[in-house]
């Protein structure tokens, strides 16, 4: 997808993440489980268009830099299967869905992509991957499902993903 008819902020920047996108299937499947927790009223929940996985999140980056970004994040990719199972609140009252074992191909991914922001100047999180999927912010005590999820998701590629404020998510460029 491009960024015809989008207006760049004022600074000229764009907040940007690179994730694992889900297609369709697999992000209602995921949209379907969610459904069965039992949250609390002040739960915002994330709508089923914006589930995703973050591999990096970069901030801001000076618009100029996008197209020397978007080459650098073009490399070679095997697909993987990654099962999210494991249901999770964490401190601060975030539900999110968890792969019980991570994938020796995400955490090269992962890796890859950190090598490919640093080789254009885009500094990388120190943190160690946790790959998860965000249901809910403020979810406060929210119960989940007794089963777990054991959501299958055959990954096909990633994306380079824009955060606009007030405005949702636009996926800039995908890479299969």
């Keep these: 997808m491009g960024m015809e008819g989008h207006r760049p902020d004022a600074s000229g920047n764009a907040r ?23 949250w609390n009223a002040s739960a915002k929940r994330v709508g089923a268009g914006h589930l995703h996985l973050t591999l990096h999140f970069l901030g801001d ?7 020397a970004l978007r080459r ?13 199972e494991r ?26 992509l950190g090598d490919a922001l640093r080789s254009v100047a885009i500094p990388v999180e120190a943190r160690a991957l946790r790959p998860h999927v965000t249901l809910a ?5 929210a119960e989940p499902p007794g089963s777990a999820a054991q959501l299958r998701w055959r990954v096909a590629g990633y994306a380079l993903v824009e955060s606009r404020p007030g405005a949702g998510y636009e996926v800039l460029q995908t890479y299969l």
């Excluded at 980056?61 to 197209?67: A, F, I, T």
Aim: cysteine-free; glycine content about 4%; aromatic content about 10%.
């Design 137 to 141: 912010r403020r979810a406060g005590p």
């Design 72 to 84: 650098a994040l073009a490399l070679p990719f095997a697909p993987f299967t990654l099962v999210l």
């Design 87 to 112: 249901a999770v609140q964490w401190r601060g009252g975030t539900a999110v869905l968890e792969p019980a074992r991570v994938p020796l191909r995400l955490r090269e991914l992962h890796a890859a």
């Design 61 to 67: 980056v000076p618009r100029e830099q996008l197209p």
């Design 16 to 38: 940007l993440f690179i994730a694992l996108w889900p297609d369709p299937a697999v992000r209602d499947a995921i949209a379907a489980w969610s459904e069965r927790w039992r």
